[in-house]
């Protein structure tokens, strides 16, 4: 890779630069145009296309986790009938925004930021930046950095180290590298993993496998919800498309959350509750017990959600079965169980999880000191401590991950005019390390979360540095609450340049 004084001359220098033209990139360029009509800025995608995580993944039957009316953006409402979007239709959806509102025309395709360093004395960011196949490196500057690219690492995935999977003489398949030209009809298949993407998979293989089986080495919690709204199909035909979708959004935003406080305050009860359900979907006798309870409690990791109970219907049809059991090693013709059972398989796919990885593994320095996720807390779920003129956008675990983002996008966008009436060029968010408890950065068990724990930025154990996974106190925590906050230091350029230690201002009344 070309290094940093390879880069030519400044090409550019713009106010805002946003990395990442999916669903968050996109949704933070329109606040930035609606609520920052004056600033300059450019939102740099790596790949040659608009829709992030909903371009790239191409397997069988991807559809979102949570449903399209906290998934959609609030300001261009979801019309599709399904509330429970296909992968096609969220991109459709996603690049319909991007066209309509006009932030296509400020997509920079083909360019991966691999640096970025600030200078309090200039104020800037100096971003270096790789364009096209030949990764030829041209230089940006910039005010405020946003990150929108999520905390997922596309370019690989979690692959345990399974004994023997070099003798496997099947086909060996990873979800995000799924091949177009796949011929699965009649196939027996086993799918390992039981998140969101295996059970995604099998019962759409299982529409024109021979057999799927759903290899699993434990359990997760899963809940069946209809594919369609009826309030929101019967507000649509009365009222305003804008409106119904708010009414909608509202109804299931406040839903979401007393079903996430039930799981948590009662969840001998919760588990109860959603293994019934489990239960009433499989034919009498089914051992959900071994296959659909968890070892742990309601939303210590996060729910997988099916429509109209598709897992479910392809397991009581016969087309899929689930094995709950560790991989011993992988033979010729498919997989030897530690219990001593053989699968046999023509296709294998690994459904077993991505990597976690921050800022999409960007190398940030700030007046020359590097900074290690590890290092830095997330302010109001947003901001770094220690880094100046930065956000990073990121959703929640408990929802969908629009309902925080798009409060991201609001703060930004309050944060920027802010400075620009009080004639501030810098705001640094400050951490009292002897006040500051450090945790995980989210509060969940999952695997690809305990593997990354040393490799994200974290949280606290109370605000505002603690990532409360609740829209209602986010909302008036991140739109509604002043801005000032002993935690953030505001200064000019004149400052840092008169006096090159960095200095630490009281925050200004509010005008």
């Not at 925004?97 to 296509?104: C, S």
């Not at 009222?239 to 009414?247: D, N, T, Y």
Request: charged content about 20%.
């Amino acid at each position: 890779m070309p290094s940093p004084a390879a880069a030519t001359a400044v090409t550019d220098d713009l106010d805002v630069l946003i990395v990442g033209a999916g669903l968050s990139g996109i949704g933070a360029a329109y606040r930035l145009k609606t609520q920052c009509p004056g600033k300059r800025f450019a939102i740099l995608e790596a790949r040659d296309a608009i829709g992030g995580t909903w371009d790239l993944f191409r397997y069988p039957g991807i559809r979102s986790d949570s449903d399209m009316f906290t998934l959609a953006y609030p300001f261009h409402p979801w019309k599709a009938e399904k509330a429970i979007g296909d992968g096609s239709a969220i991109l459709a959806y996603i690049r319909d925004t991007a066209t309509r509102f006009g932030i296509d025309a400020h997509i920079r395709f083909r360019h991966r930021i691999v640096a970025a360093r600030w200078s309090s004395a200039d104020a800037r960011w100096t971003v270096d930046v790789e364009i096209g196949e030949q990764r030829t490196l041209r230089t940006l500057r910039c005010a405020f950095l946003y990150l929108c690219c999520g905390y997922y690492r596309y370019d690989a995935a979690h692959i345990p180290a399974f004994r023997d999977v070099d003798q496997y003489r099947g086909t060996l398949i990873y979800p995000q590298w799924w091949p177009a030209d796949l011929d699965h009809a009649g196939k027996r298949i086993i799918v390992i993993g039981s998140g969101a993407t295996a059970i995604t998979l099998v019962p759409a293989l299982a529409e024109r496998a021979g057999h799927v089986t759903m290899l699993q080495r434990s359990p997760s919690y899963i809940a069946s919800r209809p594919d369609r709204d009826l309030l929101a199909d019967g507000l649509r035909a009365v009222l305003p498309a804008g409106l119904a979708h708010q009414i909608v959004r509202t109804k299931n935003v406040l839903l979401g959350l007393a079903f996430y406080q039930f799981c948590r305050r009662y969840p001998e009860a919760a588990t109860k509750w959603l293994v019934g359900r489990v239960a009433e979907l499989l034919p009498p006798g089914y051992p959900v017990e071994r296959h659909f309870t968890p070892r742990y409690n309601p939303w210590d990791q996060r729910m997988c959600l099916v429509p109209d109970a598709d897992l479910f219907r392809a397991i009581s049809f016969g087309k899929v079965s689930v094995v709950t059991d560790t991989i011993d090693a992988f033979t010729p013709t498919g997989i030897r169980l530690a219990s001593g059972g053989v699968l046999d398989a023509d296709i294998v796919v690994m459904a077993t999880g991505l990597e976690l990885l921050a800022w999409g593994g960007i190398r940030l320095t700030v007046d020359g000191r590097a900074i290690e996720p590890r290092d830095t807390f997330v302010y109001k779920g947003t901001m770094l401590s220690g880094v100046p003129n930065l956000a990073w956008c990121v959703g929640y675990i408990n929802a969908s991950w629009t309902l925080r983002a798009d409060l991201s996008w609001h703060s930004v966008c309050r944060l920027l005019n802010f400075m620009d009436r009080h004639g501030y060029d810098q705001v640094i968010p400050q951490a009292d390390p002897g006040d500051v408890e450090p945790r995980s950065l989210m509060d969940l068990s999952s695997g690809y979360i305990k593997r990354a724990a040393d490799q994200l930025p974290r949280q606290g154990s109370k605000a505002p540095w603690y990532l409360q996974q609740n829209y209602l106190l986010d909302l008036v925590a991140m739109r509604l609450a002043r801005l000032e906050h002993p935690s953030l230091a505001f200064s000019r350029r004149r400052d840092h340049r008169a006096a090159p230690a960095p200095i630490a201002m009281q925050p200004p009344r509010a005008s």
